[in-house]
């Protein structure tokens, strides 16, 4: 079972940037793809971007397009998820999950990480 942990999580000014990493391990030759998620207090979950695992081909959520992007590096087994000009409305827990062959439906989640932005 693959297991995910996501680290860079933190406090920052509006404008400012944020790289978040998640770092697959246990069986990561099943997973498919890797996306990010954030929940900010009271909201449902919002898909925000994902890549396939072995061709790299990205996706991206309309309010996040341009400002952020997706990536992984399969030698480290890690994902990650470069922010910029973050905004107050971005504030959430951002969170990274997979998806495994042949459901391709996100069948593990990693505990999250809290992103605050300041104005």
């Known amino acids: 079972q693959v297991q995910l942990a996501e680290s860079g999580g933190g406090l920052v000014q509006a404008g400012g940037s944020l790289r978040l990493s998640c770092a697959a391990s246990?069986?990561?030759?099943?997973?498919?793809?890797m996306g990010w998620f954030r929940q900010a207090p009271g909201k449902e979950r919002e898909f925000l971007a994902q890549?396939?695992?072995?061709?790299?081909?990205?996706s991206y959520a309309d309010s996040v397009k341009g400002r952020f992007t997706v990536s992984r590096d399969n030698a480290k087994n890690m994902g990650y998820l470069q922010m910029a000009s973050l905004k107050p409305e971005d504030t959430a827990v951002y969170y990274c999950?997979?998806?495994?062959?042949?459901?391709?439906?996100?069948?593990?989640w990693g505990q999250g990480t809290q992103v605050t932005v300041s104005t």
């Open positions: 999950a997979v998806t495994y062959r042949p459901t391709y439906e996100y069948g593990t």
């Open positions: 890549t396939t695992w072995s061709g790299g081909r990205t």
């Open positions: 246990g069986g990561t030759f099943r997973i498919y793809a």
